[in-house]
């Protein structure tokens, strides 16, 4: 099970901490993704953290703004958001890839992902 928390809104410019608290299945294996849909577009995939050495990856569109993280002590994984853009508005969902798939040059596939959490919005706007 997977619980996504810490989405609100924010400013442009602004920063937000996403959470995903993850039951039932341990860090130390698969991956983590993270995925977002703003109305009227095709669901992104946004970051994702592998639980081998902690590769992580970064779609271009949040690559240097975005920072994933894992904590396994707490089973829980974070996307720190920062430098927001309105264009980040979208609800913001965690999955989970059991099989740990390797990432392709089309970055993460929802498809790999079997368990996904409730999404949490995010709304950048001044």
């Known amino acids: 099970q997977l619980q996504a928390s810490g989405g609100g809104l924010e400013q442009p410019g602004g920063s937000l901490r996403l959470s995903c608290a993850v039951s039932g299945f341990s860090l130390d294996y698969g991956a983590i993704g993270w995925f977002r849909q703003a109305p009227e577009k095709e669901r992104e995939g946004v970051s994702a953290v592998s639980s081998s050495e902690g590769t992580t990856y970064y779609a271009r569109s949040v690559k240097g703004r975005f920072t994933i993280s894992r904590d396994k002590a707490k089973n829980t994984v974070y996307l720190q958001m920062d430098n927001l853009k309105p264009e980040d508005t979208a609800i913001y969902y965690c999955?989970?890839?059991?099989?740990?798939?390797?990432?392709?040059?089309?970055?993460?596939?929802?498809?790999?992902?079997?368990?996904w959490g409730r999404g949490t919005q995010v709304t950048v706007s001044s």
């Open positions: 999955a989970l890839d059991e099989y740990d798939t390797p990432i392709g040059p089309r970055g993460i596939v929802d498809r790999d992902f079997g368990s």
